[in-house]
């Protein structure tokens, strides 16, 4: 599974795919106060992206990966 | 120049003249799709070598043409008179850059700013029928400028491609990820990731609905990222687009350079106080060191207003040095343009031409062994008559080779008319335009060949005749309409060769020139009495036309009616040994007849002997010889004339004319040569017709060059020497 789900920790590892946007969506429904770790993710479907976006919640770990840390960071940080 | 630029050079210029030509095709008949296909493929070639080369404004400008025609050839937008104005311009501006090219190898500094302003041209033609995508900001692309500058400043002073991104709300479903497909925009300038609408909460969001749009700009061309996004195609809207440079913040206030201060030591050194003669050296001196130290900067160019200002007084010069130091830029521009070096005379010569040549030099070769044996007879004491044989038949043989020779060579030098043609299409379609007409041109025989001295010198007086027929002969509309005339007027171009050389005629279905008015313009220009006006016959009217100051039309436009065109035409015609003609019908039309010699290389004069010597004029000149008895020859004071079908023709005397002594011999007539000096008959007295010659004419060189009246010498084939006069210059 490309995004691990411990606890209040959602990890997203290597490329995410959209068959996690209904597990995430979930999962952020769920959890009180989700921490997000975007370390580890090389690829994020856009899917995935909207639902950050929508839950407004901030980003715990910054991903490395130049492209989603040089421009999709930025708009999650923005919110 | 590299071989490959060179071959650029020569390629984009036939792809530019294949483009226009297509394109004048595709304006007459907007249905054409072979010509849409020959110009796109004209434009995607030439698009192709620009950026061989790394010509940025240039590859620009072409693929905006391209772009514009990908418009047109899909429907998208109708092919108009003024898309096509734009499309003419871009081609014009594309020779003016391959010229420029092949002089500096760099474009003009302006080809930026240029190839944008074709480019919002070629937009505005195309309309809004065209597709956002074939606009540069297009409704839609508005954010582009509204990017804050620290956005933009990757793109900054960039030809860009924009790309805004709103993907279908189902593309999930489709297998779509549109980040994804951001990532692998190349060279990313820029992306935006904006939500299509506010967020609901959390638990309505529905995850695999696309709320997500993007913008973004990239480095990369249009058709790259055309390919990237080719499996949306309707969610995806490109665009170039030039980012303006950011405001630069005033320029760093750079260090003056080693030049500049050594300039401005240079100026000071001049100021300095001294002797006439110490500041005589030191003039000197500080000019050869502002010399080297332009030269080493690699500012040559500046050299000349520094040379001239040399010229100047001392102040002067400081001056000029100091602003050389201080502002390069200003002193550059102020210098000249270095004049165009005057274009490569190639010639192309059909490998079949050359090949002929190649056989006919094998027999003179061959043709050349036989005379050492011929040598060898006369050694060994063969008799006279045998030996006189031997070398007439060895003459023949050289002759006839020499002959062909001859004909050979000037084969090679003729060329199709259809190189002085190819310009007026394009020229009959901006006139016409210009002037409201509407007009047909019908180009027959341009594979006419002819001299290609003659070809350059037919080139501008067909052109003013073709124009002058536009804009004098062929009336506006809506007299046509009032005169039962088709709305479209025919101007006919048309060559043939006839026996006395080339024949070019213009003809037009227009007005038509009203004899009386030209009488009545000659009259006032004072270049004939009232009563010589009236002796005229209409056809000897019109020809007056052709006098200095005598226009065919009361209206002097920007284009013709000046009045200088139609003797410059005859001007030019005559120079080449040819003559001029004109017939109209008021109401009907009017036709230019241009005859030329074949060729300039040979010309055939008529020959006549006067004071023992021999002269000769252009066959295409005389229109008659006869002998005239003394009776006829009407005298009025000095001036004599003599009555020629039916007509008065002033007589001249060559020998008065030469300033040669009278002839005392005793004779019961005059020989009398019929000469036309443009549209002017002239009875012409010599003392005896000679044969007619082909000769090769050399022109006066020399101190002889100056003299008037002559237009060259030819040595005859039994050595005697001819001399060709032109007769306009000595009457």
């Not at chain 2, 030509?21 to 620009?50: C, I, M, S, W, Y």
């Not at chain 2, 102020?334 to 006919?360: G, K």
Request: aromatic share 4%.
């Amino acid at each position: 599974m490309p995004i691990h789900f411990e606890d209040r920790t959602a990890r997203f590892e290597g490329a995410c795919t959209v068959e996690e946007a209904i597990p995430l969506a979930e999962w952020l429904c769920a959890v009180e106060d989700p921490r997000l770790d975007l370390g580890g993710c090389t690829a994020l479907h856009t899917a995935l992206l909207q639902l950050l976006l929508a839950s407004e919640r901030p980003i715990a770990v910054p991903p490395e990966d130049a492209f989603l840390k040089g421009w999709v960071m930025p708009v999650l940080v923005k919110r | 120049m590299s071989a490959l630029f060179e071959q650029f050079v020569l390629e984009s210029r036939e792809l530019l003249e294949a483009a226009g030509a297509a394109l004048l095709r595709l304006e007459r008949d907007p249905t054409d799709t072979a010509a849409v296909n020959d110009l796109f493929r004209a434009l995607h070639t030439l698009k192709g070598a620009t950026a061989l080369f790394d010509l940025a404004p240039f590859t620009r400008m072409v693929h905006a043409g391209e772009d514009a025609l990908m418009a047109v050839r899909d429907g998208r937008a109708a092919m108009s008179g003024d898309l096509a104005d734009r499309l003419l311009e871009l081609l014009d501006t594309g020779a003016a850059w391959v010229d420029g090219l092949e002089h500096s190898q760099s474009l003009p500094d302006s080809a930026g700013a240029r190839a944008q302003a074709l480019e919002t041209g070629l937009r505005a033609a195309l309309g809004g029928a065209a597709e956002t995508a074939d606009g540069a900001t297009p409704a839609g692309f508005a954010w582009v400028h509204e990017l804050p500058e620290a956005e933009r400043v990757k793109a900054a002073g960039r030809t860009v491609t924009a790309i805004a991104y709103v993907p279908a709300e189902d593309c999930f479903f489709a297998g779509d990820d549109p980040l994804d497909l951001c990532r692998r925009i190349p060279d990313l300038l820029l992306l935006r990731i904006e939500a299509t609408g506010a967020w609901p909460p959390l638990a309505d969001l529905d995850p695999y609905r696309c709320a997500l749009r993007f913008r973004a700009l990239s480095g990369a061309p249009k058709d790259e990222l055309t390919r990237l996004f080719r499996g949306v195609p309707d969610q995806v809207s490109l665009a170039t687009v030039a980012i303006p440079a950011l405001a630069v913040p005033a320029p760093p206030a750079v260090p003056p350079s080693l030049a500049t201060a050594m300039l401005r030591e240079q100026a000071r050194i001049l100021g300095l106080p001294g002797s006439d003669e110490e500041t005589a050296a030191r003039r000197a001196a500080v000019l050869r060191a502002a010399r080297n130290i332009l030269a080493a900067e690699g500012r040559n160019a500046e050299g000349a207003a520094l040379d001239r200002a040399a010229e100047g007084p001392s102040d002067a010069l400081i001056r000029c040095i100091a602003s050389l130091a201080d502002d390069p830029a200003a002193v550059t521009q102020a210098t000249p343009v270095p004049p165009a070096a005057p274009a490569r005379r190639a010639l192309r010569v059909d490998a079949e031409r050359m090949d002929r040549l190649m056989a006919l030099v094998g027999e003179l070769v061959v043709a050349k062994g036989g005379l050492p044996y011929l040598a060898r007879e006369a050694q060994e004491g063969r008799s006279a008559d045998a030996l006189a044989q031997g070398i007439k038949e060895a003459h023949g043989r050289i002759d006839s080779i020499v002959g062909e020779l001859q004909d050979a060579v000037l084969r090679l030098r003729l060329l199709p008319l259809s190189r002085v043609f190819d310009p007026l299409p394009r020229m009959v379609r901006d006139t016409a335009r210009r002037l409201g007409k509407s007009v047909e041109l019908h180009l027959s025989g341009g594979e006419t060949e002819a001299d290609k001295d003659i070809l350059d010198i037919l080139g501008e007086p067909l052109l003013h005749l073709v124009r002058n027929g536009l804009d004098h002969g062929v009336e506006p509309p809506e007299r046509r309409r009032a005169a039962g005339k088709p709305e479209v007027a025919a101007l006919r171009v048309q060559a043939f060769q006839d026996s006395n050389g080339i024949v070019v005629e213009v003809s037009d279905d227009g007005a038509g020139i009203d004899a009386e008015a030209v009488r009545r313009k000659a009259v006032a220009k004072g270049a004939l009495t009232v009563e010589q006006a009236a002796a005229l016959s209409d056809a000897e009217a019109l020809r007056l036309i052709f006098l200095p100051g005598v226009s065919t039309s009361e209206t002097v436009s920007d284009l013709s009616g000046r009045g200088v065109g139609m003797d410059a035409v005859r001007g030019a015609v005559e120079q080449a040994g040819g003559r001029v003609e004109v017939a109209s019908t008021p109401g009907a039309g009017t036709r230019f007849r241009l005859v030329l010699p074949l060729t300039m290389m040979v010309t055939r004069l008529v020959t006549v002997e006067t004071a023992g010597a021999l002269y000769g004029f252009p066959v295409t000149l005389v229109t008659g010889m006869q002998r005239v008895p003394h009776g006829a020859i009407r005298r009025m004071k000095h001036a004599e004339s003599v009555v020629v079908q039916d007509a008065v023709v002033p007589l001249l005397r060559l020998r008065r004319l030469l300033n040669l002594p009278e002839d005392e011999r005793e004779r019961s007539g005059e020989a009398v040569l019929l000469v036309d000096l443009g549209g002017q008959p002239v009875a012409l007295v010599v003392d005896a017709f000679r044969e007619r010659a082909d000769v090769v004419l050399k022109p006066m060189t020399g101190l002889l060059a100056r003299l008037r009246g002559y237009a060259g010498t030819a040595v005859l084939g039994d050595g005697r020497l001819l001399l060709a006069l032109n007769l306009r210059e000595l009457v």
